[in-house]
């Protein structure tokens, strides 16, 4: 039991860390680079996170493999250490970069989590102890961004000094606690298994799944606008403080959580699949037409609920897609659509605070119809996926 508690703190330290650095970047950008374009260089921090988890979420899933989950899951700890510490003392655009990469590399161990949890789980406790991994990720995203804000505004270096002790402490229960899973294996495997890109030649070779791709691609890509434009946003057309964007981005992930937990599987059944997912992209473009045109802080907050319905239309998606392929195709399907969504993670924050660059001195809120766009993209492709189903 003690080996779960860390495997599901390291994962929730994870989601922590990835909601840290939202409310303070601004500032901190504004402190190490004064002059730099802080939209675009948000837009390249996150870009670069996201890219990290890319390209090291299989690798260290094989690595686990070959050498065992514990001293895979020990190096992703010490280096997430390391790239809080990095970022606490980064007094150059280069050294953030350096620090927020290998924070992005060392992330990468959900992969390894995952497995140790199957490792030591019987069939009949996975589905619970998967959803409760899946829960605390969001409790540890909904906690970054309010011990990022309140941290920060007291010094914008508190933020990775606290999240480098955590990370540490985990560090070290796990030297003296966690036990290994498994054997490790001395096989040999093939070096070809270690790149994002072979199931993806998989999925651009058929219709339907291109299909599929297109639609996760596009709905993973809008949703980075968030993280991307908030604390920028908030900060010009609100004056918020460090707090403010903090408790902003919390409830935003509060509201977020309970619409997914409640609301899909009942939108499903009054509505069916297809229009559950027409029904989200709806509720996504009133809400950032709202968010374009408010001039109070309240209105966000009364916004924010109709942006969580935004979210009941994923689960549906999620179904429709699985239909797409036969049973013994179900794993490289997920696998494809976890390294789209990881594409998404690293160009959409690039196009939005491009995007944002060029608006926000005229209008901070232009932002958000910049992404009704690519909502509008996606509903040609949702009403022609359902009579696709395991076509070629």
């Known amino acids: 039991m003690n080996s779960l508690v860390l495997i599901f703190s390291a994962i929730a330290l994870d989601a922590i860390g990835i909601g840290l650095v939202f409310p ?24 670069l996170y996201s890219l990290a ?3 090291f ?4 899933g094989a690595l686990s493999d070959r050498f065992g989950r514990r001293p895979i899951l020990l190096l992703s700890l010490a280096g997430a250490t390391l790239s809080y510490l990095c970022m606490a003392f980064a007094n150059s655009f280069w050294l953030l970069l350096v620090g927020r990469a290998i924070a992005g590399l060392t992330s990468a161990n959900l992969a390894v989590a995952t497995a140790y949890i199957t490792d030591v789980s019987s069939e009949a406790e996975r589905p619970g102890r998967f959803g409760l991994l899946n829960a605390l990720f969001g409790v540890g995203f909904i ?6 804000g309140a941290l920060g505004d007291h010094s914008l270096r ?20 966690l036990p290994e899973s498994r054997a490790p294996s001395r096989s040999p495997f093939d070096l070809v298994t270690l790149s994002p890109l072979t ?32 604390a920028l946003w908030g900060s010009e057309s609100f004056r918020w403080s460090g707090l403010w964007i903090g408790l902003s981005l919390g409830a935003f992930g509060v509201c977020q959580a309970l619409a997914q ?27 950032l037409v709202a968010l374009a045109f408010a001039t109070q802080a309240w209105m966000v907050f009364a916004i924010m609920p109709v942006i969580a319905l935004s979210g009941i239309g994923t689960p549906a998606l999620q179904a429709m897609a699985t239909r797409q392929v036969g049973a013994q195709e179900q794993g490289q ?31 901070p809120g232009a932002i958000w119809l910049s992404v009704i766009a690519v909502y509008a993209a996606l509903v040609p492709i949702v009403l022609g996926l359902d009579g696709e189903s395991r076509q070629r």
């Open 24 to 47: 303070i970047l601004p500032r901190l950008l504004h402190a190490i680079a004064p002059g730099s374009d802080t939209a675009l260089s948000i837009g390249i921090v996150a870009a």
């Open 53 to 55: 988890q890319f390209l």
């Open 57 to 60: 979420a299989p690798v260290l």
């Open 143 to 148: 906690i970054g961004p309010v011990l990022g």
């Open 158 to 177: 508190a933020p990775f000094l606290a999240a480098a002790l955590l990370n540490a402490l985990n560090l070290l229960f796990a030297l003296f606690v």
């Open 199 to 230: 199931a993806m030649r998989w999925a651009l070779s058929t219709k339907s799944l291109r299909r599929v791709t297109a639609l996760f691609f596009l709905f993973a890509t809008a949703g980075e606008v968030y993280g991307t434009c908030w």
């Open 261 to 287: 937990a409640l609301l899909p599987g009942r939108a499903v059944r009054l509505m069916g699949e297809r229009r559950t997912v027409l029904a989200g992209i709806a509720c996504a473009c009133l809400a």
């Open 333 to 363: 399907l997920q696998g494809v659509l976890s390294a789209v969504m990881s594409l998404a993670a690293v160009i959409g924050p690039l196009v939005f605070a491009t995007i944002y660059g060029a608006v926000h001195a005229h209008w």
